[in-house]
């Protein structure tokens, strides 16, 4: 399985932003996914998570009710949009996928994409 990250950028505070993840070389609906930030000098940390064919979705505490994640399986395509955006989510964003849902342990999600940078400026 393959995950392509994109769609971050540069935005600035109080605005919004998707980021994309394109999921290929497996059926995605057998897949749970999410996404997970580092900034720098910190951990990796858990953003929001999706699976049971996008029925059932999970958000850590900091961006409950300003992230949405969402997938489009007929497109293999899983989405993050936020709004809201504050200096503190600025950060790479990796999308993750695996068999299982793994909620916010990173070290159990299997496969991984590259990452897109958002940056959001005050």
């Known amino acids: 399985v393959q995950l392509q990250a994109s769609g971050g950028g540069l935005v600035q505070a109080g605005g919004s932003l998707r980021v994309s993840c394109e999921v290929s070389?497996?059926?995605?609906?057998?897949?749970?996914t999410g996404w997970f930030r580092q900034a720098p000098e910190k951990e990796r940390e858990f953003v929001a998570g999706?699976?049971?064919?996008?029925?059932?979705?999970d958000y850590a505490t900091s961006v409950k009710g300003r992230f949405t994640v969402s997938t489009d399986s007929d497109k293999n395509m899983l989405f993050l949009d936020m709004k809201n955006l504050t200096t503190e989510d600025t950060a790479v964003y990796f999308c993750?996928?695996?068999?299982?849902?793994?909620?916010?342990?990173?070290?159990?999600?299997?496969?991984w994409g590259q990452g897109t940078q958002v940056t959001v400026s005050s």
């Open positions: 999706v699976w049971w064919s996008g029925h059932s979705t």
């Open positions: 993750v996928a695996d068999r299982r849902y793994y909620a916010s342990d990173p070290s159990r999600w299997t496969y």
């Open positions: 070389g497996g059926t995605f609906s057998n897949y749970a």
